[in-house]
């Protein structure tokens, strides 16, 4: 995994825009908005733009899931059987297991749609072809 500064921070701008579309100014959003915000960042971060991506699309997963079935218990086991359906039982590393705690963190946010906005927010603009290309000067 290559660190291209100027490509994480055009991510990071682009991300707190999708936040902003679900949750108004940044400079206006509740501590637990802000927090969510700033441990997606640091997670993506942390396992690189391409298992993020794949994080995400998993918990968006586990979210229709959820909802199809009607319930209202914590998102993790919907996370974890999309995780599962997509990579088996083979990802035992230090990423996926930092992954699982922050998302776990994450799902006991409350009211508990907090938790279905935030990912959807941060699923969409963890899309490559929505990252602006920084214009070089």
Excluded at 58 to 64: D, M, N, Q, S
Aim: aromatic content about 8%; proline content about 6%.
């Amino acid at each position: 995994m290559t660190f291209d500064m100027a490509d994480r921070m055009a991510q990071r701008a682009h991300t707190t825009r999708a936040f902003e579309d679900v949750f108004g100014n940044c400079h206006s959003w509740p501590l637990i908005i802000r927090a969510a915000h700033a441990q997606l960042d640091q997670l993506e971060d942390l396992i690189g733009a391409d298992r993020f991506r794949d994080l995400m699309e998993c918990a968006e997963e586990g979210i229709t899931d959820r909802t199809r079935l009607g319930r209202s218990d914590l998102h993790p086991p919907y996370l974890g059987r999309a995780l599962y359906r997509r990579h088996g039982d083979d990802d035992k590393s230090e990423e996926a297991q930092v992954a699982w705690g922050i998302m776990f963190g994450l799902s006991v946010l409350r009211p508990e749609e907090t938790y279905e906005r935030v990912v959807l927010a941060a699923a969409r603009a963890a899309v490559p072809a929505a990252v602006p290309t920084p214009t070089p000067r």
